[in-house]
């Protein structure tokens, strides 16, 4: 079935080909669990899996590769940062542009009486002013967390000021890198963030089932595991290990995928995912002009010409988002994302939360043809101005 697929904010979809032959050859070949043997082909699981950490370690700017820990996603990474960090009696700040998976395990923690939390807004173009989250800080703040990049809006969030704030008051930052990790270059000491987690399947083109949680060194001591069992490291003693990763790593690691990731890392990090991640924003800048220019219809988030990531929401007049990408898939075999996108709380703040927005994301394999049938396709929907 031929289809332009522009929903890469959601997963990166197609991977690089050394990402499929990863998988398939860790899968036929190796096909072990990694850190459970002292056979040969389990110790080349975990070699694998220590190739992997140190190349996203060293991506992201970590002293160690034992500061990274795998997860099953950003939202694992998110929840295991939240859950492991704030103690009854803690006070949470997240922000109006964050995802559901930092509001919904905080709300739980506000609404079981575990800590309080605000949540600090936004402006029209979904930016937060580093200020604001200074103001909110109280005396017994235990953690700061946002979105680096609105996964509906594309705003990029002046994460080095917030990290600057966070330093000077002692208190925990967490950054969700789900949509710039791999897109915009992230160094965690610069930024100076305690947690980063992020999805492996989306900006670093791993397959889906991958995520990370950087855990800034000192830190893991204050850190509760959300989940307990093996490690596979050979102790006699019964308990939970107490050092990263191992301490967050507990079960059978999904070995295929980490392989894959490690390719997707490698490809982006190369010559050609660098030109290829270029080309995803000069398509992006494309079809944002060419949408912008069509009557009837309304594009959301930064002011043209100020930087954002390659995801652009729009509506149409007279359309809900779930009929436009409805007719979108239906009638153009263009793949959109409709609806609230997980970020309830920045559509009620931008005044979308009834229709929601369609949303377009670029990722590295689309081509100038995707983007010039998906302008195409919007502009006869809205009638063709
Ligand atoms: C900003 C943001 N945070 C977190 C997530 C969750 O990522 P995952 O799908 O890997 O759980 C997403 C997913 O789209 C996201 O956009």
Known sequence: MSRIYLDNAATSWPKPESVYRAVDQMQRTVGVAASRGGYSSSMQATQVVRQTRQRVAEFIGAKSAADLAFTSSCTDALSTAIFGMLNPGDHAIATVVDHNSVIRPLMHLRDTGVITLTVVDCNE????????????????????????????????????????????????????????????????????CQFLAAPGHKGLYGPLGTGVLYVCPGVAERLQPLRFGGSGSERIDQGQPTTMPAMLESGSQNVPAIAGLGAGVEFTTSRQGADAIRHADELAAKALSGISRIGGVRVYGPAPGDQRIPVIAFSIKGYDSATVAGILDSSFQVQTRSGFHCAPLLHQRIGTDVDGLTRISVGAFNTVGDVTTAVDAIREMAGGY
């Open 125 to 192: 173009q979904g930016l937060v002013a580093a200020k604001d989250i200074a103001d909110a800080i109280l005396d017994n703040t235990a953690l700061v967390t946002i979105t680096h990049a609105s996964n509906v809006l594309g705003t990029i969030q002046p994460v080095e000021a917030i990290g600057e704030i966070c330093r000077t008051r002692g208190v925990a930052f967490l950054l969700d890198a789900a949509q710039t990790l791999g897109h915009l270059p992230i160094d965690v000491r610069q930024i100076g």
